[in-house]
Nanobody, 125 residues
Framework: QVQVVESGGGSVQAGGSLRLSCASSIRTYPYYCLAWFRQAPGKEREGVANINTSGGSTYYVDSVKARFTISQNNAKNTLYLQMNSLKPEDTAMYYC??????????????????WGQGTQVTVSS
């Protein structure tokens, strides 16, 4: 089982930026998919972006393309989500998640085995 711990959430005005971090316990297994999900009150959990630990290919949900960037620092076992040009509709609890194997372009919560506790992002207009 992989342990993941998010940090970096907070409150920001529309148009601002935040960077989320996720420390993971991934070790030597070569192929993991790491992802960021978010869930706003009253809404379903939504996959935001994912990245293959081997090769670094990424996928993004359309609503965050060109604004968010997912990246990884393998030496530090850390996943990042750089969020720019934030909008009030980005307000949500953001979760880091992981599963063995390659990422799919469609991010479905049941595919992920390991989840963090979440970090809150609030964007005010």
């Amino acid at each position: 089982q992989v342990q993941v711990v998010e940090s970096g959430g907070g409150s920001v005005q529309a148009g601002g930026s935040l960077r989320l971090s996720c420390a993971s316990s991934i070790r030597t297994y070569p192929y993991y998919c790491l992802a960021w999900f978010r869930q706003a009150p009253g809404k379903e959990r939504e996959g935001v972006a994912n990245i293959n630990t081997s090769g670094g290919s990424t996928y993004y949900v359309d609503s965050v393309k060109a604004r968010f960037t997912i990246s990884q620092n393998n030496a530090k076992n850390t996943l990042y989500l750089q969020m720019n040009s934030l909008k009030p509709e980005d307000t949500a609890m953001y979760y880091c998640a992981a599963h063995r194997g390659y990422c799919a372009s469609v991010m479905r919560s049941p595919d992920f085995d390991d989840w963090g506790q979440g970090t809150q992002v609030t964007v005010s207009s």
